[in-house]
Nanobody, 126 residues
């Protein structure tokens, strides 16, 4: 049974940093691309960042490029999102997602993912 459990969210000040983690189990973590997505209050789900199966390629939404860094540790079956220079507009619930069984064509396409965690809340406010 695939399980994705996010942690690391909380309250941060504008300009601050947070590091999100996603503990994965129930599948061969090192074999699948992974992504982070977020949902702000009253808005739809937005893809944030993706990483290929061996961690050699990373992809970012324009809104976070240069501020967020995605990484993975296959020895720990864990996905990370380092978030720096946080802005109030980064306030959202953040989810990690596992890619489906087929070759991923578009990391930003939410339909590419077949398993999601329950999310962790990030609030950026002074």
């Amino acid at each position: 049974q695939v399980q994705l459990v996010e942690s690391g969210g909380g309250l941060a000040q504008p300009g601050g940093s947070l590091r999100l983690s996603c503990a994965a189990s129930g599948f061969t973590f090192a074999s699948y691309p992974m992504s982070w997505a977020r949902q702000a209050p009253g808005k739809g789900l937005e893809w944030v960042s993706g990483i290929n199966s061996d961690g050699s390629d990373q992809y970012y939404a324009d809104s976070v490029r240069g501020r967020f860094t995605i990484s993975r540790d296959s020895a720990k079956n864990t996905l990370y999102l380092q978030m720096n220079s946080l802005k109030p507009e980064d306030t959202a619930r953040y989810y990690c997602a596992k890619a489906g069984p087929f070759i991923i064509r578009d990391y930003s396409g939410l339909s590419e993912y077949d398993a999601w965690g329950h999310g962790t809340q990030v609030t950026v406010s002074s």
